[in-house]
């Protein structure tokens, strides 16, 4: 049997049992009730017979009649209390084959029991061992969480920790620059004075710069004309030379001629380009 069948099973085994009780209770009044009618009856009885005897036979035969009437209703009403009995004890024959029906089973029970013990012991087991491994997990998960806060609040600490060092590294560093900056002011003060005084110096000597320039320019242009007149006066000897070799040559050389005297013309030109 498994163990929903017998939870269903005993409540019904709990269900017949109050009935039988019941029953029983019952049973117990309506015996006394029977006792007590058949114990007021005899009396009745016993004076109806002494009656009989005294009074004549037209009275016998009518009490007869009566006491037969009674008798048959006495006899119903036995019938009736013995139907009634009936259908009281048909519950009892049916709890009867239903327990004697159950009777295997509930040697089966029995003989399961120790077995049904055992399992509910190993679930009671494995529930507990389930337990505590789900306790064992959470206690994991919160030292896990635990460590994990630790963790990050030590790394928001140290992050603390290395801003305002570095803030005071930065402050320092600020004032540090600051007293150099006052101690170099009396040297930018210097520099711009020599710088204001190069500037005027400089003023001062612009005239006398341009003055030189000046002069720069007109020995230059000097120079220039000086080589253009040699360059002539080179030409011009050449072209004399020129004309005597072209005098002495024969006539056949004519167009040679016109040729050099074309290209000295160009050479000439080309000076006089330039110095335009």
Avoid: E, N, S, V
Avoid at 147 to 167: A, F, G, S, V
Avoid at 235 to 256: D, L
């Amino acid at each position: 049997m498994y163990p929903q069948q017998l939870q269903q099973l005993r409540p019904q085994q709990q269900q017949q049992r109050q009935r039988q009780q019941q029953q029983r209770q019952q049973q117990l009044p309506q015996a006394q009730r029977r006792r007590q009618q058949q114990q007021r009856q005899r009396p009745r009885q016993q004076q109806q017979r002494q009656l009989q005897r005294q009074q004549p036979q037209p009275q016998r035969q009518r009490q007869k009649q009566r006491q037969q009437r009674l008798l048959r209703q006495q006899r119903q009403k036995q019938q009736q209390q013995r139907l009634l009995r009936q259908q009281q004890r048909q519950p009892q024959r049916q709890q009867r084959q239903k327990q004697q029906q159950q009777r295997p089973q509930q040697q089966q029970r029995q003989r399961q029991q120790p077995q049904q013990q055992q399992q509910r012991r190993r679930q009671k087991q494995q529930q507990q061992r389930r337990q505590k491994q789900q306790q064992q997990r959470l206690l994991r998960q919160q030292q896990r969480r635990q460590q994990k806060r630790q963790q990050q609040r030590l790394l928001r600490q140290q992050q603390r920790r290395q801003q305002k060092q570095q803030q005071q590294q930065l402050l320092r560093q600020q004032q540090q620059q600051l007293l150099r900056q006052q101690q170099r002011q009396p040297q930018r003060q210097q520099r711009q004075k020599q710088q204001q005084q190069r500037l005027l110096r400089q003023q001062q000597r612009q005239p006398q710069q341009r003055q030189r320039q000046q002069q720069r320019r007109q020995q230059q242009q000097q120079r220039q004309q000086q080589q253009q007149r040699l360059l002539r006066q080179q030409q011009q000897r050449q072209q004399q030379r020129q004309q005597r070799r072209q005098q002495q040559q024969q006539p056949q050389q004519q167009p040679r001629r016109q040729q050099q005297r074309q290209r000295q013309q160009q050479q000439q030109r080309q000076p006089q380009q330039q110095q335009r």
